[in-house]
């Protein structure tokens, strides 16, 4: 499970999103026809000349396994001048 945590002023909001949800991400963001309509929206909106690679999802889970397997790595942890603050945890 992924922790989020975020600290606004005087409140604290935990956020745990299951690694179900990442799977699922994982699956959109791989599939054939969201990539194709992501480089057909770069194709007609940049300037310059982009396109996303295709990325098998037999390529990602190696790297999805081996996340799981290390609970309570800190991934990101951020703070603004505002004094807001944001961690994500494994």
Do not use: C, W
């Not at 499970?1 to 990442?22: C, D, E, G, H, Q």
């Not at 026809?33 to 770069?42: E, K, V």
């Not at 982009?50 to 990101?76: C, H, N, S, T």
């Amino acid at each position: 499970m992924i922790k989020v945590k975020i600290k606004v002023n005087s409140r604290r909001f935990t956020i745990p999103v299951p690694y179900a949800f990442l799977h699922l991400f994982i699956r959109i963001i791989t599939s054939k026809r969201i990539l194709m309509l992501a480089n057909r929206i770069i194709e007609q909106k940049a300037k310059k000349k982009f396109q996303i690679p295709y990325i098998k999802k037999a390529d990602i889970e190696p790297l999805l396994k081996e996340l799981a397997m290390q609970k309570g790595l800190l991934l990101v942890e951020t703070s603004l001048k505002d004094g807001t603050e944001v961690s994500v945890r494994l």
